[in-house]
């Protein structure tokens, strides 16, 4: 989908001077920040940039942090976290239901799982499943709830190199499908290359590149245009040639 | 990351590659979980020691009147069980077990969910259960008969304290100690306040109420057999404690085998009911 066409609908996410900081330091420093309704966008930053704090203060789940700022988000929030978070006790499908009520609840459910590939596994227990089902599973349950933003933390963190490919053609897939609007935080520049139509890097506390990725869809790894994408952001992110 | 193999004809990939061993078995990780669990494998212990006692018995090897033979306690058993008497003991008993059992299990169970899952009540409960479990609950006893008379209820209530505390310990433990990040994931999927406990809070501390459930169990038969043998009135203990100054051991080992037989079963059936309730967690432990 071509950026132009998005900014007729009002933004999904607003943020206004968002200040966020923990014992006196500061983490995140008045950040001015607008998510397009039904954008795809990454979020990069070094290590301890805050990335995971600007995601928990989106999704309201930053009890007793101080900061100031305005913030507005979407009614409908999932998250979905680097590990699957899978309650051990409960089958995939009721993994998938948690906290979802109504009476056509398990044939959304059942659907949810059909669409990430799990479809015959509802009855699994989680510990049965390999990391990478694990983490369909906890994407089934984020969909299932029709979100109108989905934040995710280095939902990839944890799997292996080929995997990993899978679910970003897997994400973009579901994403095209049911456009929500997605804030997706990664180390992985390539990551963000291939998946993202914009890339943010956090760089002391405040968002130090906002990079547009103007390319068709799917996007190969090998792609030499993207090459140039990556130049810029591993130079926002400090990485020079003698770095690597 | 891990690989396990489970042939052993498997090579390893290096082999073509350093061909100075030829067709090398990958060597096995040693395995640290013990092995499959044989059926019935928990009885093998007993009948190896019921096994040295008949046969030291008939070879003569032990004095009757200090450790009677099997034969003689079964028949004791059953003199006693015809006469009346023994049916009546044990009746007495399991009822005092029982409703000891039931008073301690549930008290164990409301205190736990009041101190571990509202501030209020672990600021009031959890110190004074702690308190009480500093001081030894057989201990207790000379106040207890003091305050409610020498008859059932004094019994009763030094084996409900002695149920309730381990249920609390570790019910409260596994209640308070939930897992921060199902928290976080209960928020993102705003789950109710009782969604929550129920769905998150309770299912994840059961398998710590189980630990404290079967020390409740093994704790109520304890404090049975000591308040029997000290304070008997009625009862298995009472039949031992007049066994012993009759000088007939074969009662008493009838007793023995009674509180031994209602021990093991009980716990086994604890552990059946955990099996069930917990099957998720065969996953791990299979
Ligand atoms: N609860 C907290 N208490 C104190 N400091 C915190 C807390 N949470 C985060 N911080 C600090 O805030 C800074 C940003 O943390 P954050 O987790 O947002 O980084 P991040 O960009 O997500 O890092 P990573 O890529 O390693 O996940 C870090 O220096 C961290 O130590
Ligand atoms: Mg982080």
Do not use: C
Not at chain 2, 12 to 29: C, F, S
Not at chain 2, 124 to 131: H, S
Not at chain 2, 132 to 144: D, E, K, S
Not at chain 2, 208 to 214: A, E, K, P, Q, S
């Amino acid at each position: 989908m071509a950026p132009h066409t998005e900014q007729l609908t009002r933004p999904a996410v607003q943020l206004r001077g968002l200040t966020r900081s923990f014992e006196g330091r500061t983490v995140l420093d008045g950040i001015d920040l607008d998510l397009p309704a039904g954008q795809l966008t990454a979020l990069l930053g070094h290590s301890g940039s805050g990335k995971s704090t600007l995601l928990r203060a989106i999704a309201g789940l930053d009890h007793g942090v101080t900061g100031s700022g305005q913030l507005s988000a979407p009614e409908r929030v999932s998250v979905v976290f680097q590990d699957s978070r899978l309650l051990p006790w409960r089958r995939v499908l009721a993994n998938v239901l948690l906290g979802l009520d109504g009476k056509d609840a398990e044939r959304r459910g059942r659907e949810a799982l059909e669409e990430v590939g799990l479809k015959g596994r509802e009855r699994a227990w989680p510990g049965e499943l390999s990391g990478g089902e694990a983490q369909r599973a906890a994407l089934a349950r984020s969909l299932v709830r029709e979100p109108e933003l989905l934040l995710a933390d280095e939902p990839f963190g944890a799997l292996d190199a080929l995997t990993r490919i899978r679910m970003h053609g897997l994400l973009r897939e579901l994403w095209e499908r049911h456009r929500p609007s997605v804030l997706l935080v990664t180390h992985d520049v390539d990551e963000a290359i291939v998946l993202a139509d914009r890339v943010l890097v956090l760089d002391q506390g405040r968002i130090g590149l906002d990079l547009t990725i103007d390319r068709a869809h799917p996007r190969s790894y090998r792609d030499p245009l993207l090459g140039e994408y990556r130049e810029r952001l591993l130079a926002a992110l400090g990485v020079t040639e003698d770095h690597r | 990351m891990t690989t396990h193999t489970t042939t052993t004809t498997h090579t390893t990939a290096a082999a073509p590659l350093a061909p100075v061993e030829e067709a090398r078995q990958v060597r096995r990780r040693r395995r640290l979980a013990p092995g499959r669990r044989l059926p019935t494998t928990r009885l093998i212990g007993p009948a190896v020691v019921l096994a040295l006692w008949v046969v030291a018995s008939a070879a003569g090897l032990l004095d009757p009147s200090a450790i009677p033979a099997p034969w003689t306690v079964l028949e004791t058993g059953s003199r006693l069980w015809d006469a009346g008497t023994l049916p009546d003991d044990i009746l007495t008993s399991l009822q005092r077990a029982a409703t000891g059992f039931a008073i301690g299990l549930t008290g164990g169970i409301l205190l736990a969910l009041a101190s571990g899952l509202t501030r209020t009540g672990e600021a009031l409960i959890d110190g004074t259960v702690n308190l009480n479990r500093a001081i030894p609950t057989l201990g207790l006893i000379p106040l207890f008969i003091l305050w409610l008379g020498i008859g059932e209820t004094f019994k009763i209530a030094i084996i409900a304290i002695v149920v309730y505390i381990p249920i609390y310990l570790n019910t409260h433990a596994a209640l308070s100690g939930i897992d921060s990040r199902f928290v976080e994931l209960a928020e993102v999927q705003d789950l109710s306040k009782v969604q929550f406990i129920r769905q998150v809070v309770i299912p994840g501390a059961l398998p710590g109420f189980f630990v404290g459930l079967r020390l409740g169990v093994t704790g109520s038969w304890l404090g049975l057999v000591v308040l029997e043998q000290i304070n008997a009135t009625s009862g298995l203990g009472y039949m031992m404690f007049q066994a012993q100054n009759y000088g007939q051991t074969d009662v008493i080992l009838v007793g023995l085998v009674v509180y031994g037989v209602f021990g093991l079963l009980s716990d086994s059936a604890v552990r059946i009911i955990e099996r069930r309730v917990l099957s998720w967690r065969r996953t791990l432990s299979s």
